[in-house]
């Protein structure tokens, strides 16, 4: 099974700040990665898929970047409204695998 | 508008079976591949298990090989997991969720509201 890593698992910041979560693959996964953002009680929202792709309807403010086995996620403008769990996903192989998650708080 | 709604969860006993169900709208059912996708109380998410559009290739995650089973009714625009022998371990939250696109990888754009699975005595 591909294990993804995430780190920081808890990050504090603040509105207006840059921030920038990591996730590595323990082998290869080309750009088959994916990043959610998840809010208490809601199902996540899918935010970049294939490394690098802003899903519809997300704000320009996230981005993502990353092929191989690193990829990051970065908010370059935190908003109050950012302030949740981010994970990861590897789809590049079954069984898909998740990071452990980020929990970005103020 | 694409709607996902999971329902059929609640409190079982170790040992125990429940089958949850998917009800999906808004878009035509039988070209997407689908997914179950559980989150323990407190914890991360993992990933379950996937079907093929038309049913025809499924996989699972090794933490319910040969316990669940899922399953499609493309006339019905449903999905369901069949879970046995439940444990502990198996209390989650449990989302459905839509692939992306119709290609061999793909990620999950659509999700339902979840579930509540509770195993135990």
């Known amino acids: 099974d591909i294990q993804m890593t995430q780190s920081p698992s808890t990050l504090s910041a603040s509105v207006g700040d840059r921030v920038t979560v990591t996730c590595r693959a323990s082998?290869?996964?080309?750009?088959?990665l994916a990043w959610y953002q998840q809010k208490p009680g809601k199902a996540p929202k899918l935010l970049i898929y294939q490394g690098s792709r802003l899903e519809t309807g997300v704000p320009s403010r996230f981005s993502g970047s990353g092929s191989g086995t690193e990829f990051t996620l970065t908010i370059s403008s935190l908003q109050p409204d950012d302030f949740a769990t981010y994970y990861c996903?590897?789809?590049?192989?079954?069984?898909?695998?998740f990071g452990q998650g980020t929990n970005l708080g103020i | 508008e694409v709607q996902l709604a999971e329902s059929g969860g609640g409190l079982v006993k170790p040992g125990g079976s429940l089958r949850l169900s998917c009800t999906v709208s808004g878009f035509t059912f039988s070209t997407f591949s689908f997914n179950w996708v559980r989150q323990a109380p407190g914890k991360g998410l993992e990933w379950v298990s996937s079907i093929s559009g038309s049913g025809t290739y499924i996989n699972y995650a090794d933490s319910v090989k040969g316990r669940f089973t899922m399953s499609r009714d493309n006339a019905k625009n449903s999905l369901y997991l069949q879970m046995n022998s439940l444990r502990a371990e198996d209390t989650a939250v449990y989302y459905c969720?839509?692939?992306?696109?119709?290609?061999?990888?793909?990620?999950?754009?659509?999700w339902g509201q979840g579930t509540l699975v509770t195993v135990s005595s």
């Open positions: 082998q290869s996964i080309s750009s088959w």
């Open positions: 996903q590897q789809y590049s192989n079954y069984p898909y695998t």
């Open positions: 969720a839509r692939d992306y696109g119709t290609g061999w990888h793909e990620p999950f754009d659509y």
